[in-house]
C-alpha cells in the first residue's frame, strides 16, 4: 500500500525532529523546570521547590542587571561594527570587479579559524607589557608609553576590546552575504543613476542601501544573534573580570552554575536570557526569512 | 530574491545550476573587459581604481596580519614569545614551541578526539538533516513549514543555557566524557544549519527529475536515493564542510562534556593558560597547527564554502 505524500514527508522528518526534541527541547525543559528549585551543587544533593524565588534574585542582582546591558552594548557595538566594516569591504570588492576575486577568498580566511583561538591570539596582540599594538602605538608616536591604554586591564573599555576577535572574526561573513547582495543590483539602474547624475553618497544611501535591505536585515539578525551568545572569545581574554566589567549574559551564567554552584539561580537566569532571545528571534523570523514559503 | 532564479546578462553564460548555486555565476555578471564599458559599480576611471587597490591593500594587510603575528610568534624561542618590547619577526627561528606543544601529554590526543567527534557530528547531522530537508522542500506540508521554523528557533538558543542539563543526562546515560557525547552536542548546532542548507539545495532541484524516476518504476525513497541525492552531492559537500567546522572550532560544549578521554583541542588550548601558567609559545603553535588544516581547507574549497555561507541569507 502507498502511503500518502504527507505522510512520507513526515516519515522524512521523524528522525531529527526526535533527535531535536530529545537533545534540544528536552533539557530547555529541565533548564526551565530547575529554575524553580534550589539545588545543591553536590550531585544527589537536596532539590527544594522555591517557586519564583531564583527570577527574584536574578532581578534583585547587580550582577545579572550588568549582564544583560553589557551583553546588549557589545551586541550592539559588535554588530554596528561589523556591518559598517563589512559593507565598506563589500563595496570595495565590487568596484574592484572580478579582478580582485583572489583577495576576496583571502578576506574569509578568519572565518575558518576557531573563536578560542581568535580570542588568544588578540589578547596576546592586546596584553599589557609584551602586547604589540601598544608597543606599535608607542613607536609610532601615538602613545607616550606601550602600557598607556590598558585594553584588557581598564573596566572602562574592556568590554569593546574583548569585542574585537569577534568583529575580526566575521567581518567577513558580512563583507560576504552583502557581496553576495549587491552582485544582485541591476547594473542598468546604477548606470540610470549616474547618467541622471547621481553621486557615490547618493548612490549609496538611496539606490544601493534601500535595494540590499532584506540581505542587511538578515545579515544583521544572524550575527545580532551569534554576538549575543558571545563566549569563547571573552572566557578566554578576560573570563569577564577586570572587575566583571566584561562579563557579558552566558559567562555570568556560566560561572554561577560552576564557580558558584548555584544551579537554580543559573537556570532562573538561563530561562530569562532563552526568553529574551526567543522573543528576538521570533520577531526576526516571522517578519524576515518566513521559511518554506511557496516561490 | 533569488539568486538560482537571476538569469545573467553575458548571452550564453549558464543561469545558477543546481548543485552549485548562483553565487560565483552572479559574479560573473558585472565583469566586462578592462576598459571596456563596465557595467554598474565597477570603477572605471584609472586613478579612482588605483586609489581603491591601496585601499585594499590596507585592509588586508590590517586583516591577515594578527593570524602572520601568530605564525611568527610560533617560530620564536619561548623567552622571545614574552620579551618586552615584542618583535614581529622571530630573532631566531626555532620549532621550540612545536615540539613543546605537541610533546605535553594529552595533546596528539585531543586531535584524534577532534577530529572523531568531528567526523561523527557530521555524518549524524547530514544523515538527518538530508532527508528532513527534502521532506521539507518537496511536500511543503503545514509540518514541513512547522518543523522548519521549530529548527530555526533551535538555533537562537543559547549553548549555555542547554549546556549544563546536556551534560548531566549525558551523565545520567553513561556518556559521560566521551566522544559519542560531545558529538551529539556539536550536531544540536550543526542540525539546524545543515537542514536550513540542505532545504536551499533541494529547492534548486527541478521537480521533474524524481516525477520522471517514479513514472519509471521507482519508489519515491528510491528516487530519492538513487536520483535526487546524486544531483546534490555538491550540496550535501558544502553541508558537510559547515557540520565539520562546526564542531570542529567549538568550545563550550567541549568545556562543559568532557573531562580528560575525549578533550578535544581548542579545550587544551584554553587550559594552557591556567594549568601551565602563561605558555604563550606553546600555545600560539598549538593554536596555528589546528587553525592551518581548516584554513588550508577554505582556501581549496572557497565557492563551495562561498555558496553555502551566502546562499542562507541571501536567498529571502
Redesign the interface.
Known sequence: MRISDRRFALFLMTPAALFLAVFVAFPLFRLVADSFFKISPIAGGPRDFVGLDNYFRAFASEAFIGAGWRTLAYTLVVVTLEFTLGLGMALLFTTLGRSSQIWRTVFMYPLMIAPIVAGLLWKFLMIDNFGLIGTLLHQAGILSNPNQIGWLSDPDIVLYSVAIPDIWLTTSFMCLVLFAGLQNIPGDLIEAARLDGARAPALLFRIILPLLRPVIAVALVVRGIDAARAFDTILIQTNGGPQSASETMSLLIYRTMIRFGDPGLASAMGTLYLLAMLAVAFVAVSTIWRPGKDS | ???AE?TT?DAGAPAGVPAEPA?HT???????R?GVN??????GRRS??AL??V??AA??VL??F??L??LF?SFKTPID??????T?LPREWTLENYTNALGRSGVLASFVNSVQTAIISTVLSL???V??A????????L???I????????????????G???A??MAGAGLADTPIALS??H??IS??LS??LM?SFF?AVPRDLEEAATVDGCS?LGALWRVVIPVVSGGIAVTAIFAF?AS??E??FALLMTAIRSQTT?VV??NF?TQFGLD?GS??AL?AV??IP??L???LL?RK??AG??L???K?
Not at chain 2, 552572479?26 to 566586462?32: D, F, P
Not at chain 2, 527534502?134 to 506540508?141: D, M, P
Not at chain 2, 518543523?147 to 542547554?162: G, K, N, Q, Y
Open positions: 530574491m533569488r539568486l537571476r546578462h553565487v552572479a559574479t560573473r555578471t558585472t565583469h566586462r578592462r563596465r557595467e554598474g559599480l565597477e570603477a579612482t581604481r581603491l587597490w585601499l585594499l585592509a588586508m586583516y591577515g594578527p593570524f603575528y601568530l610568534t614569545t614574552i620579551a618586552v618590547p615584542p614581529i544523515a538527518l538533516a532527508p528532513a527534502y521532506g521539507i522542500t518537496r511536500y511543503k506540508t509540518s514541513g513549514r518543523f522548519i521554523m521549530a529548527a530555526l528557533v533551535t538555533r537562537m538558543v543559547p549553548p549555555v543555557a542547554i549544563i542539563p546536556l548531566s543526562m551529539i552536542a550536531t544540536t542540525l539546524p537542514i536550513w532545504s529547492e519515491r567546522l570542529w572550532n568550545f563550550l581548542p588550548i584554553a593558560q604563550w600555545m600560539t593554536a589546528y587553525s581548516v584554513i581547507l577554505t582556501l572557497q564554502i562561498v555561507m551566502t542562507g541569507a541571501v529571502g
